[in-house]
């Protein structure tokens, strides 16, 4: 839930927020959170299934990037909302045992896996259900519940919710690459679900509330920018387009056969380009265009395709009607 | 299993005297009440660590009766109604319980304001979520909106103290708590973090929380919403498998004076597959069903 505000009057509530914050043009971000570098390198990766061949697509993947992981701690964060056993809400348990095994073949110290699930408070059942429980014990993998980790304050680095500092949880302050691993997804409320809106699972419900509703309180949008601007903590992204959610998601949407992993360092590059997989126009997602302000690059032109090219795997992913305005390309 | 879930809770116990959500990290508001709560039904060898646990918590109460998350955070937290309910059921304190209540009571949610309210009266349709702005539950966070959990907690710490607490308002405002978490009901009974239906989807409950919430709610078990409920959590029960699920639904149907003992084998070959992910919260809460906490907790 959001709040108990209509959809228009929310949105109408946020137009003239962000009117009147403009004109009064407070510093919005700290300097030392402006992304730098003038491209960003992005590898959209065909695959088509989620067999056995993933391992090896995902070691590619992380090889096209310089990480260093070497006797790092690796976390990863995949998209684990709550269990549908029809649906398709979760990031696959099979894309997650590949990460796992291909970042240990990185020579990565360790890799945790570490989620603080949206809605479900009853993390034991959202593990066996869908299946990542086997899988955390086939690789005898640590998995942290963020939503009962221990926390600290860190200073928030951008100031749209007005929230002042995030509570983060320790595992993810100590990791040295987080991975964000989320469901190729369209969400009702924010457009689109990625790289970006999946770290809102970074924030303990303990503190913050299910379904996070402190976040949804402070602005979706507002959230989704202060949260990635204000973790502290070296970032890539892998995300599941093998099959991803169309429709209403990111709960109740229907299953879209997208057959690509798209991977990335800069947040903002991955869930553009994510976005334009799905048809949807990125600079019309109110949080990408607010983040690609100062967080990473969202402009066609300055994102390296170093992968496919996305017009060989883009599919139209059908959107709720509020959001038709995104599917028109500027 | 209670055997070795009691040893887990032992090795667990941190050394201020409070339980984490599991080993090795800070104690917590919400598992030292549990834990505290399970522990003190056993015999005086437990009753030690339970005692231990009274202590942290009367140490951790905020000056306004309030507790937090943690002791370092000091922010009140809904885990209040957690320590109220512990304090309450288990001691002769009853200044702190009381202190809790009263916090409790003094706890405005927010309401989405004048424009949403006049929406749902003259249109609900057009809102996109269906429920009542206006009924006030208790918050996960102060400053955000009722929720069905924290609101079962409430519950059920503000009855178990009601003999005890004066004035008017308690009984209106179970009274008016107990209609919201009716009011965000699921369409076929049962509920889910507290909302039954967004832009026109009908939500699906949660067995966890409908078992809690069905607890705090004991009190009116005639009531058609309960049977419904009841109904739905026995049909959510045939796909759930974990310890927190089961031990809620045991405590709960143990409430409604139903045969626990298949629910109690199942949560048992539930731990030897799991223990439960180690989770404190969920050991405890198996460790009060399996002897028979019910009568601790319930209206």
């Known amino acids: 839930m959001t709040s108990g505000l209509p959809r228009r009057a929310f949105l109408s509530g946020a137009l003239v927020s962000a009117a009147l914050a403009g004109c009064s043009r407070p510093a919005r971000w700290d300097r030392s959170v402006v992304h730098q570098g003038s491209r960003s390198r992005i590898a959209i990766v065909p695959a088509r299934d989620y067999d056995d061949r993933l391992v090896e697509i995902v070691l590619r993947g992380v090889r096209m990037f310089a990480l260093d992981v070497a006797r790092k701690t690796v976390v990863l964060k995949p998209n684990f909302v709550e269990f549908d056993p029809a649906g398709v809400v979760n990031t696959h348990p099979a894309l997650v045992a590949a990460a796992i095994e291909a970042f240990r073949r990185a020579g990565a110290r360790e890799v945790i896996v570490a989620e603080g699930p949206g809605h479900h408070r009853d993390t034991e059942h959202l593990l066996t259900a869908s299946g990542l429980y086997g899988v955390l014990r086939e690789a005898r993998a640590r998995y942290v519940d963020l939503n009962g980790d221990d926390v600290r304050a860190v200073r928030a680095r951008s100031h749209y919710t007005g929230l002042g500092e995030l509570y983060l949880p320790e595992t993810v302050l100590k990791a040295d690459l987080l991975v964000s691993m989320p469901k190729l997804k369209t969400h009702h409320w924010a457009g689109v679900t990625l790289s970006m809106k999946n770290m809102f699972g970074c924030l303990p419900g303990s503190v913050y509330g299910f379904p996070k509703n402190v976040l949804h309180w402070a602005g979706i949008t507002e959230s989704i920018v202060d949260i990635n601007s204000t973790l502290p903590v070296r970032r890539f992204a892998i995300v599941d387009g093998i099959v991803g959610m169309e429709g209403n998601g990111p709960i109740q949407g229907d299953r879209k056969h997208c057959g690509v992993l798209v991977f990335g360092e800069d947040p903002v590059a991955v869930d553009a380009t994510s976005a334009r997989l799905m048809t949807i126009d990125p600079r019309r997602v109110p949080y990408l265009a607010e983040a690609g302000r100062f967080l990473g690059h969202l402009a066609e032109d300055r994102i390296e395709q170093i992968g496919e090219p996305i017009d060989r795997l883009r599919q139209d992913f059908t959107v709720l009607p509020s959001f038709a305005h995104m599917k028109r390309f500027a | ?299």
């Open chain 2, 1 to 299: 299993m209670i055997g070795e879930a009691v040893a887990m809770l032992h090795g667990t116990q941190n050394r201020d005297g409070g339980w984490p959500s599991s080993h090795g990290r800070a104690s917590s508001t919400e598992c030292t009440s549990l834990a505290t709560l399970a522990l003190a039904r056993l015999d005086a060898g437990e009753r030690a660590a339970a005692d231990r646990g009274v202590r942290w918590l009367v140490a951790c109460q905020n000056a306004d009766g309030s507790w937090p998350l943690h002791r370092e955070t000091g922010t009140p937290s809904w885990t209040t109604a957690l320590a109220t309910l512990t304090i309450a059921s288990i001691t002769d304190e009853p200044s702190c319980a009381g202190r809790g209540a009263r916090w409790l009571l003094r706890q405005q949610p927010r309401t989405p304001g004048m424009l949403a309210s006049l929406v749902y009266r003259v249109a609900p349709q057009a809102r996109v979520v269906q429920l009542d702005p206006e009924l006030r539950g208790w918050p996960w966070t102060s400053g955000v909106s009722s929720f069905v959990e924290p609101t079962a907690y409430a519950l059920l710490a503000l009855k178990r103290l009601r003999p005890r607490l004066s004035g008017a308002e308690v009984g209106a405002r179970i009274d008016e708590a107990e209609r919201m978490i009716y009011d965000r009901m699921c369409r076929d009974g049962g509920w889910n973090y507290g909302n039954s239906a967004v832009l026109g989807a009908d939500l699906w409950p949660y067995a966890d929380v409908t078992a809690l919430t069905l607890l705090s709610l004991a009190d009116h078990r005639g009531r058609r919403e309960n049977e419904r409920s009841l109904a739905a959590l026995r049909r959510m029960l045939t796909q759930v498998d974990s310890g927190l699920a089961l031990s809620w639904a045991a405590l709960c149907l143990s409430a409604y004076g139903q045969d626990v003992a298949p629910l109690l084998r199942r949560l048992h070959l539930s731990w030897t597959r799991t223990h439960f992910l180690a989770d404190t919260r969920s050991i405890a809460l198996a460790v009060l069903a399996a002897t028979d906490g019910a009568r601790a907790v319930a209206p």
